[in-house]
């Protein structure tokens, strides 16, 4: 009996750490919409064309530039995204899927440092769709996982408000032309509030 009880036990840890391990596979994902009051075409030309300038639009990004000599975006085209001053925190991402005909493409991360999540099983897929000659709708969907992987639940929140964020402040740069950084975000959303 205490042999079977043995076997059960250690049959339960074997089980619990397999899934564990099996977890540590898995990603999170979320999809953030927003309709701007603007032409796809114009929306696109922020977040396809110019994908190196993201700094311009994310209020997140403190500054941003193309790598390999870019000028603008485009398939296998990448940049980097410095998180802070001091450029100790930051991502390295490449599009890929790239399709300006139907305005979407995939922002593939390959390197990250400072950041926790996992390169290889973190992007961003983003979308324009026409609603009509005036408007249009941003659509951003981000797959990730963190390191450690239970990190990811309780990270999803604020990737979901940080993305929330940047979709808002993508609407106000493609309207006015203004860039949207950390000074100035906290009144331009102000100016968004229902």
Known sequence: MKRILISGFSFLILLSSTSLLAQDKKTQSFTIERVIKAPAEKVWAVVGEDFGAIANSHPGIVSSSYLQGSLQGGEGVERVCNLNEAGTRYTHEKQVDYDPENYTFRAQVFYAEGVPVVPEYSYMR????????QFSRLIMSMTYRTKPALMGTLAKGKF???????????????????VVNQDNFETIKAQYQD
């Open 126 to 133: 983003y979308k324009v769709e026409r609603i009509d000659d």
């Open 160 to 178: 979901q408000k940080t993305i929330a964020d940047y979709a808002l402040a993508v609407d106000h740069h493609v309207r006015t032309g203004e």
